[in-house]
């Protein structure tokens, strides 16, 4: 649901993730096409829904399930690495004897600069956005990227929170879809289902059990514009002479590594968020 009505303003897809103005995502997809859309979605993680490319998939009209979703969301954090989720990370005996260990192969997915330009459009949706109660009502001043979402009469309630160690997500919602929430801002997504993420995330830094200064990459800086002389000509097409700035020498420099950060997967719905991340 839009957090409020049309203005007629010009604004960013930053601003629009940020304010959850739907109608600026649908103009994107109504411009690129569903099916680059749902191709996407699927090299995130989002592989068993049945996604349905028609223009309305902007707007929530396939069912997802919380636990794709939340995966869609690591693959972003994790810098467009995608794992399959694994529930069971190792069996010990009594003794703490280790009998096994699962896990699953990394997958690049996206590029990583791609990634990283999301997680940070989507860090405006927790700062100053639809999911300021991660700042204001819990305190929290870790780096969290983050997406509210509300289906057509409050029916479902969403919202993913992505750290670079830890992706939570939750759905507060009803089996049968006849069944919605009263009309309001107070049962949207960034009222109900960012409660249950909000209090998991709290416990899980009291409890020390994520790294409060762990950071996003920076994403790239975009280029600069070209600088114009001003004596170049000009006619009714554009200028006829451009004299580009020579690069700066730090920008030839390959950046420095980064330690890759696997973040682990929560899904909560509805109910109390388990904040022990056993």
Known sequence: ADDGGATGETMTLRAALARSRNGITAQLVQQIGPAPVARFARD????????????????????????????AYATLAAGGVRREPVLIERITD?????????????????????AGQLVDMLRDAVNQGTGHWLRTRFA???DV?????????????????????????????????????????????????????????????????VDALLRFPDPPRPPRAPEVPPDARTDAVGPQW?????????????????????????????????????
């Open 94 to 114: 009594r003794h703490g004897l280790e009998l096994d260990r699962f896990g699953s192969d990394p997958q690049v997915a996206v590029p990583a600069p791609l």
């Open 145 to 209: 990227a983050g997406k509210t979402g509300t289906t057509q009469r409050n029916a479902d309630g969403w919202f993913i929170a992505m750290q670079p160690d830890l992706v939570v997500g939750a759905w507060v919602g009803f089996n049968d879809p006849r069944v919605t929430l009263p009309a309001g801002s107070w049962n949207t997504g960034g009222r109900t289902a960012l409660l249950l993420v909000g209090d998991l995330l709290r416990a899980a830094n009291q409890a020390h059990l």
């Open 242 to 278: 451009v004299r580009w700035p020579a690069a700066p020498a730090d920008a030839l420099r390959a950046p420095a590594p980064t330690a890759a950060v696997t973040p682990t997967m929560v899904a909560a719905v509805g109910g109390e968020a388990d904040a022990s991340l056993r």
């Open 44 to 71: 995130l993680g989002v592989q068993r829904a049945a996604l349905t490319e028609v223009p309305s998939l902007a707007l929530g009209t396939s069912d997802v399930s919380l636990l794709e979703m939340t995966r």
């Open 140 to 142: 929290l001043r870790n």
